[in-house]
């Protein structure tokens, strides 16, 4: 009886702690323009020139069995991540804002690509290489849908979720869900420190929300948590920095 009523109190301080930081950065907004500015500034420390050690440790958890997967990306930059993932026979949609990520993706990577309207999409478009089977949207997410590419059996977000806009998460979330297949596999990368240090992006991300936004339709498996901390989160301000990676599956029902 004492530990079960210790174990609620426990809960109910993490549950105001948590609170507490989430309220932190809850009215921090980054409007489109500047990310698209960071991209032609090239302020973007954000981005990997390699492919990610979490996406490379998880893939056959990703893939489970499955070959010739359709991956989605959201918000997917220039990520090399996109052509390794290519290379081995999978095709790949990513979803992106800024028009010198998307161009710079395929010059970095050698690639030719076509570029055409989205008719669905006002004043987006789509940049496709058709040999490796990339196509690369450029506009903004929320107005991405499965009626323009169909659903997805795997997506990784990486920077995505971490990178919008803290009060967009539940719309966010809703989108997702949307283009997820029966059997998609969808690995989430989130981040954990002290929000009251650093206002993001990228923005704080606790398990209790990843569970408060996916839990209800999807099945949710942490496979890693590990201390990411560098140089530049130190520079930040921060003394903890902790990367959590999620397998996130919708619910047989």
Not at 50 to 79: W, Y
Not at 95 to 101: D, H, I, Q, S, T
Not at 149 to 178: C, H, M, T
Request: charged share 25%; with cysteine.
């Amino acid at each position: 009886m004492v530990k079960a009523v210790a174990a609620v109190f426990v809960r109910k301080v993490w549950s105001g702690i948590q609170s507490r930081m989430l309220s932190a950065q809850a009215d921090r907004v980054m409007e489109n323009g500047e990310w698209e500015e960071r991209w032609q500034e090239g302020r973007i420390g954000f981005h990997q020139p390699q492919v990610h050690k979490m996406l490379e440790t998880n893939i056959d958890k990703v893939l489970a069995g499955r070959a010739h997967i359709s991956f989605f990306f959201p918000l997917c930059g220039k990520a090399v991540d996109m052509k390794w993932l290519a290379d081995m026979g999978h095709s790949v949609v990513g979803v992106e804002l800024a028009e010198k990520a998307i161009q710079q993706f395929f010059e970095e990577n050698n690639m030719t690509y076509s570029e055409e309207p989205v008719p669905s999409i006002p004043g987006a478009k789509v940049y496709r290489n058709p040999e490796r089977n990339i196509s690369l949207y450029q506009c903004d997410i929320y107005k991405f849908s499965s009626s323009v590419q169909g659903q997805f059996g795997a997506i990784w977000d990486r920077g995505s979720l971490v990178a919008i806009n803290p009060r967009d998460r539940e719309k966010y979330a809703a989108l997702i869900i949307s283009l997820m297949a029966k059997d998609c596999r969808y690995l989430l990368d989130t981040l954990l420190y002290n929000p009251e240090l650093y206002k993001g992006p990228p923005f704080f991300v606790p398990d209790e929300q990843v569970h408060s936004l996916f839990g209800s339709s999807c099945d949710i498996e942490r496979l890693l948590s590990v201390d990411a901390l560098t140089d530049r989160q130190r520079s930040w301000g921060l003394d903890y920095f902790t990367e959590n990676v999620h397998l996130i599956t919708p619910k047989s029902n």
